[in-house]
């Protein structure tokens, strides 16, 4: 069966465009308070957990250029969605997380630069981990239990993810510059 890189409409791409539809779902789930909802931490898990089962859709039945646009998308609308919303409720500060949306602007930026020029430029295993670094600040950040009492696991894992982030900027960079 013949493949097609250029397809738009695959399984994978509708479970990476249902994450970025179903993320402002979750952002109104997250409380004024600032002291995090089992339902939204469900429903941050379900989502993050998507990003896997894309995928796995897409190494199955073939990776796409669309697909590798669109997924890193959706999880930069996903993960500083979210972060920014818990900016907002005075959980997160303001600093780490800008550092981190100023390094997704840039390499999104990039990525459609070198797009443009038929170049494909997929995540590094540092982007990887610092994804799921993000993604466990953020869900700790939504658990009630530690959001209330034990602040420090989402801390960590934030500045965690700065440092990744940091880190995954530099490879991009030097790639960029060879």
Request: glycine share 6%; charged share 15%.
């Amino acid at each position: 069966m013949a493949f097609d890189e250029t397809a738009i409409v695959t399984w994978a791409n509708m479970v990476t465009v249902g994450r970025v539809l179903a993320s402002p779902f979750l952002f109104m789930l997250i409380p004024d308070d600032g002291r995090g909802s089992y339902v939204a931490l469900f429903v941050w898990i379900v989502l993050c957990s998507s990003d896997g089962f894309d995928g796995y859709l897409a190494r199955k039945h073939g990776i796409t250029r669309s697909g590798a646009f669109l997924d890193p998308l959706a999880d930069k609308i996903l993960v500083l969605g979210a972060m920014f919303t818990l900016v907002s409720r005075d959980v997160f500060w303001v600093v780490p997380v800008l550092i981190i949306a100023a390094r997704e602007i840039g390499v999104s930026l990039y990525r459609v630069f070198v797009g443009s020029k038929g170049v494909s430029m997929p995540a590094s295993k540092t982007a990887k981990v610092k994804t799921v670094s993000q993604q466990l600040a953020v869900g700790f950040a939504l658990a009630p239990f530690a959001v209330v009492d034990q602040t420090w696991t989402f801390t960590i894992f934030m500045w965690i993810a700065v440092a990744l982030t940091l880190l995954s900027a530099a490879q991009y960079a030097v790639k960029a510059l060879r």
